[in-house]
């Protein structure tokens, strides 16, 4: 019930002030498709996406590195035994980030830097993330 | 009805706004889908996801460009693309607007978990539309990680070596996940085709109905009161 107030209440606050969703949001919106689209067709035209030898089974090319995203994973698994960094990179984090926010209510906010505490944990995370990301680029074993 | 004022091309429209209100309500349709107010603390930050979907349609259309020359097997697939790349006008833009679309689409969607998380916009009533977009995020990186294999390059030949034996040391299930991506014990013809429809069936089929639901949950709760 209270959960339906706070529905209605968000719809209604829509109404009242802000801005008109069209045109003046609409035109910003436009605004910054334009820009992405010229940075994407900046990026594609002046760094190509180059070809590459072919596929080598026989042949293992050296330093080779996953795609960015990739890159935390792929230096933790370095450090941490594998079965272990697996299990957590696929079988605990992902339901975790999923399920968290059913106990917003009924355990974060129910101490009172709750939320100071997550979001702590999850800037650290960040940090983290970028960290390894940039051991990674730089290669460090 | 159209009415009797206005230019030539404001009546055409008028005529043409009046055939669909009178048959479908289209005025209603159009002003819940646009006649709303954008809460005023809305600010540059929220435009993450939005950017997150216009890659996802720039990727939808290169795609398919893409696709119209792409072969997936293992003899054809480097050289298809080597013909995009060399024959087919627009070939080398619309191949390199697609790999950079990629990456620009995973750090949108990063940026936006990032801001949608600190403005703990995912608390109650809105976290069904968390889930769906944690859901998204997983389905955005398998994009790019069976995107990757396609071109059949040395790079894309390792990192899906590897990627399938780091996927192949998960515990219990490992060896049956690697052995069900490679369709076998290599990488191979059925590997290929297996990336291909996963790439361009499964994950557009899952994405398309992920955004929908995304989007109608924000449509339906609208933007979250900020902290």
């Known amino acids: 019930m209270q959960m339906a107030d706070q529905t209605q209440r968000n719809q209604d606050s829509h109404q009242e002030g802000g801005v008109p969703f069209f045109p003046d949001h609409f035109i910003k919106e436009m605004s910054v498709v334009a820009l992405v689209l010229a940075i994407v067709s900046f990026l594609a035209t002046l760094m190509p996406m180059p070809m590459g ?3 080598d089974p026989l042949k293992t090319p050296v330093g080779i590195k996953p795609e960015w995203y990739f890159l935390t994973v792929y230096q933790i698994l370095k450090y941490v035994p ?30 009172k830097y709750g939320r100071l505490i997550l979001h702590t944990a999850g800037a650290l995370g960040v940090i983290t993330a970028i960290f390894f990301t940039m051991l990674a680029y730089l290669g460090f074993e | 009805m159209a009415g009797e004022k206005g230019n030539i091309f404001k009546r055409a429209w ?73 024959d087919v006008p627009f070939g080398v833009f619309i191949r390199s607007l697609h790999a950079w679309t990629a990456n620009i689409m995973i750090l949108m969607v990063i940026l936006h978990m990032l801001r949608v998380f600190f403005h ?15 859901i998204l995020f997983f389905t955005t990186v398998t994009f790019g990680f069976s995107g990757y294999l396609l071109p059949m390059n040395q790079l894309s030949y390792w990192a ?41 069936i499964i994950l557009p089929i899952a994405i398309s109905v ?5 989007f109608l949950m924000v449509r339906k709760q609208g933007i979250a009161d900020p902290l």
């Open chain 1, 82 to 111: 594998r079965n272990i960094g697996i299990a957590f990179t696929f079988l605990i984090f992902p339901p975790f980030l999923m399920l968290f926010p059913l106990f917003y209510n009924s355990v974060i906010t129910r101490f």
């Open chain 2, 14 to 86: 008028t005529a043409v706004a009046d055939f669909f209100d009178e048959r479908f309500d289209m005025r209603r349709v159009v002003s819940e889908f646009a006649g709303h107010n954008v809460p005023a603390h809305v600010n540059w930050l929220y435009c993450f996801g939005g950017i997150t979907f216009l890659a996802f349609l720039i990727q939808a259309l290169t795609g398919i460009l893409l696709a119209f020359y792409y072969q997936p097997t293992i003899d054809q697939a480097y050289s298809s693309v080597l013909h995009i790349m060399e």
């Open chain 2, 120 to 134: 703990a916009a995912y608390r109650p009533p809105r976290e069904l539309n968390w889930m769906t977009g944690v």
């Open chain 2, 160 to 200: 899906t070596k590897v990627g399938s034996e780091i996927a192949g040391s998960m515990p219990f299930v490992g060896s049956e996940i690697q052995t069900f991506l490679l369709g076998g014990t290599k990488i191979a013809d059925a590997t290929l085709s297996r990336f291909y429809a996963i790439h361009v």
């Open chain 2, 210 to 214: 992920l955004l929908g639901l995304h």
């Open chain 1, 53 to 55: 030898a072919p596929a």
